[in-house]
C-alpha cells in the first residue's frame, strides 16, 4: 500500500516557506494532477469555490503560480455546527522547464476544477532522438 | 471516584473538571490523553480509511433558526452524477466521479486528486422538510438548504430557573 498523500482528502495549507500572505484569509494548496504527453503538458487543480473571474496564473522566469480567491462572503453569520474543511483561497506555484511554449498556455475553469493545457514547444518535440538497435 | 475508565471519549469532560492537586486525578488524565493522542493518529496509519470509497467529501454544516445548510466540496463533477436523500435527520450524499484521461495518450506524472465513488450519511441536529431542500452545485462546491419544519422554533421553549 502506498502512502500516497492522495489518500488523505485533508486540504493542506500553504506554508510560510510560500511567502506571507497579503490577505488575511488561510490558503490551501490545491490537489493538482499532472498529465504528459507527446504534445503538452496538462495541469489539472482543485480550486472549489473559485470561478474564472477569480483565477490568477502569473508566469515569471520559470515560476508558474495559481492564485484563486475563495469568497467566504456567503457564508453569511450562521452557527457552524460543524466544519470538516476550511475556507481559503488556493495558492501553488510549479517549476516549468524551458520546453513550454508560453505563448500558448491556456486555462480554463469549470466546477472548480483549474486545467491549464501547457504546449511544448516544436524543439522539444522534436528533440527526440530514435535509438537504434545495435 | 468517577473518573475510571482508562480510554476516555470524551476527553473534555475529564480535562475540564478542577481538582489539579489530586496525583492520581492528574495521572489519569494524562494517561487519557495519552490514548487520545495515539487514538488521533489511527485513522491516517490504516491504509483502509478510505480504501472503499477513495473519495471522501467532506462537508460543512451550518444552521439557523430556519435552515440547515451543508456544503461539500465536490469539484470536478457534473450535477447529474450527484445523489441527495434525506431521512428523518439523516442526509445521504453519494455520487461518481470519474478520471478525465481514459485514453492512454500520455501518463500521470503526479496525481494528487481523487476519483471514484463515494456515499456518506451526514447526521443532522434536526428532522428537517425532505420536500423543501433544495441543492445547488456552483464552482465545485454543492450547497444543499434544508428548511427546518414549521414550529420547531416554537418548540424550543426557555425555561426560567427559579431562585429558591
Known amino acids: 500500500m502506498d502512502k500516497d498523500t492522495s489518500l488523505d482528502t485533508r486540504k493542506q495549507e500553504t506554508t510560510l516557506a510560500e511567502g506571507e500572505r497579503t490577505r488575511a484569509s488561510r490558503a490551501y494548496l490545491p490537489r493538482t494532477d499532472i498529465y504528459e504527453t507527446s504534445e503538452e503538458i496538462l495541469l489539472t487543480a482543485d480550486i472549489p469555490g473559485a470561478d474564472e ?15 484563486a480567491r ?8 450562521r452557527r457552524l455546527t460543524y466544519q470538516e474543511y476550511g475556507l481559503g483561497d488556493f ?22 476544477v483549474l486545467t491549464l493545457h501547457l504546449p511544448k514547444t516544436p524543439a522539444a518535440k522534436s528533440r527526440k532522438v530514435a535509438v537504434k538497435a545495435g | 471516584m468517577a473518573e475510571r475508565n482508562i480510554v476516555s471519549r470524551k476527553p473534555s469532560a475529564i480535562e475540564n ?19 487520545d493522542d ?11 480509511e478510505d480504501m472503499g470509497a477513495s473519495f ?7 444552521e439557523d433558526e430556519k435552515e440547515v445548510r451543508v456544503t461539500a466540496e465536490l469539484p470536478g ?17 453519494g455520487g461518481e466521479k470519474s478520471s478525465e484521461h481514459t485514453e492512454k495518450k500520455g501518463q500521470y506524472q503526479r496525481i494528487e486528486r481523487s476519483y471514484g465513488s463515494f456515499e456518506r450519511q451526514i447526521p443532522l441536529s434536526v428532522e428537517v422538510d ?10 465545485g462546491v454543492l450547497t444543499i438548504t434544508l428548511p427546518k419544519p414549521a414550529g420547531e422554533a416554537a418548540k424550543t421553549r426557555r425555561i426560567e430557573v427559579k431562585g429558591a
Open chain 1, 53 to 67: 473571474s477569480r483565477v490568477d496564473i502569473t508566469l515569471e522566469k520559470n515560476i508558474l503560480t495559481i492564485n
Open chain 1, 70 to 77: 475563495v469568497d467566504a462572503g456567503w457564508f453569511e453569520n
Open chain 1, 91 to 112: 495558492q501553488r506555484s510549479f517549476a516549468l522547464s524551458g520546453e513550454i511554449d508560453r505563448e500558448k498556455i491556456e486555462a480554463v475553469v469549470r466546477n472548480g
Open chain 2, 17 to 35: 473538571r478542577g481538582t489539579d492537586d489530586d496525583p492520581f486525578i492528574t495521572m489519569q488524565r494524562r494517561m487519557n490523553r495519552l490514548f
Open chain 2, 38 to 48: 495515539f487514538m488521533a493518529l489511527l485513522p491516517g496509519l490504516l491504509p483502509y
Open chain 2, 56 to 62: 471522501t467529501p467532506r462537508v460543512d454544516v451550518e
Open chain 2, 77 to 93: 463533477m457534473d450535477a447529474k452524477d450527484i445523489n441527495i436523500s434525506i431521512h428523518r435527520d439523516v442526509l445521504t450524499l
Open chain 2, 130 to 139: 425532505g420536500e423543501k431542500a433544495a441543492a445547488e452545485y456552483r464552482n
